[in-house]
């Protein structure tokens, strides 16, 4: 699209590739941020690895992951830089996030220890990932802000309404199955996945997200 200077088309293809990283990447976080605790604890707590253990992990992911969006959206977009020859903007954006990311080390570190840590990476993404943005929409080639932000905003209700039914199917089956034992703690774990993952395709099917259609019928050719 750049070798051809067609910005209408360059601009579908970025705003596609945002519109995929918030469909599957917002409920990733949502679904993350609800059961890390319940998949720390089935994949780790054995042996040595003891609740305090499972529980300090599970926390350091819950932050990690609030930069799952943003750290996607970045591998959209960098590349974006490089075709249209505007390597500076990137460097820049990653210069910038990284000083970012080393500043909340440095200031918070030694009071919240590794949870700095996670928030700092976490930021930085955010911030890599708004400068490439801002950069790609003034420098290279206007982007559709309105309907990224409708999209992003049906994407969040419907990770919302998954998040809740997740939250109560752990809780239920946390009640029934416990954490003894690894079926327990796979049912507990996974469970929530499961019924999460159905709630949302309902939810965005109903929301009329696009990005919908095409994986449930490329699910039904498979089965």
């Known amino acids: 699209a750049v070798t051809r200077h ?130 790609i929409h003034r420098g290279i080639v206007r982007l559709p802000h309105r309907e990224l932000g409708g999209h992003l905003a049906k994407v969040g209700l419907a990770a919302a309404i998954m998040g809740g039914a997740a939250w109560a199917t752990k809780l239920g089956l946390d009640d029934v199955a416990g954490h003894a034992g690894l079926g327990a703690r796979a049912l507990v774990a996974l469970g929530p996945v499961v019924v999460g993952a159905l709630v949302y395709a309902v939810a965005t099917t109903a929301l009329g997200i696009a990005e919908t259609r095409p994986l449930l019928d490329r699910l039904r050719r498979r089965r």
């Open 6 to 135: 067609d910005d209408a088309a360059l601009a579908r293809h970025v705003t596609d590739g945002l519109r995929l990283v918030a469909f599957l990447c917002v409920p990733a976080m949502v679904g993350l941020l609800v059961d890390a605790d319940a998949v720390i604890r089935l994949i780790y707590q054995h042996g040595r690895f003891a609740p305090r253990d499972t529980a300090a992990t599970a926390l350091a992911l819950e932050l990690y992951v609030i930069g799952l969006p943003a750290y996607a959206a970045v591998k959209v977009m960098a590349p974006v830089c490089y075709a249209a020859d505007r390597t500076r903007l990137a460097v820049i954006a990653s210069l910038v996030a990284v000083g970012c990311n080393l500043a909340i080390n440095a200031s918070l570190h030694l009071r919240y220890g590794f949870r700095a840590l996670a928030v700092g990476t976490a930021t930085a993404a955010i911030v890599n990932a708004a400068i490439l943005y801002l950069g």
